[in-house]
């Protein structure tokens, strides 16, 4: 029954990689593996754990991302 639940997540990690493209992928697979970890332990919810982490991941990326552009705008203006 674990190994069912396994392999959905899997599958759910190998096509969401296949779809989202190397661009939009920043953070989803390391917040996927996390949440679909966490979602096992917390009620055996793998996928959906995994779908939330993409979610997440790719929201704390793009967060990441803006932040050290502005930090680069600051520092070019400095100078």
């Given amino acids: 029954m674990k190994a069912g639940y ?5 599958a ?19 917040g996927a ?13 793998a996928v959906v754990g995994a779908v939330g982490g993409c979610l997440v991941g790719r929201h704390m990326a793009k967060k990441h991302a803006e932040e050290q ?6 520092q070019a203006r400095v100078e």
């Fill in 6 to 10: 396994m392999r959905a997540a899997l």
């Fill in 12 to 30: 759910a990690v190998a096509l969401t990689s296949a779809a989202v493209g190397t661009a939009n992928a920043a953070g989803c697979m390391k």
């Fill in 33 to 45: 593996v996390v949440g679909g970890v966490a979602g096992h332990y917390a009620g055996h919810h």
């Fill in 69 to 74: 552009q502005a930090a680069q705008r600051q």
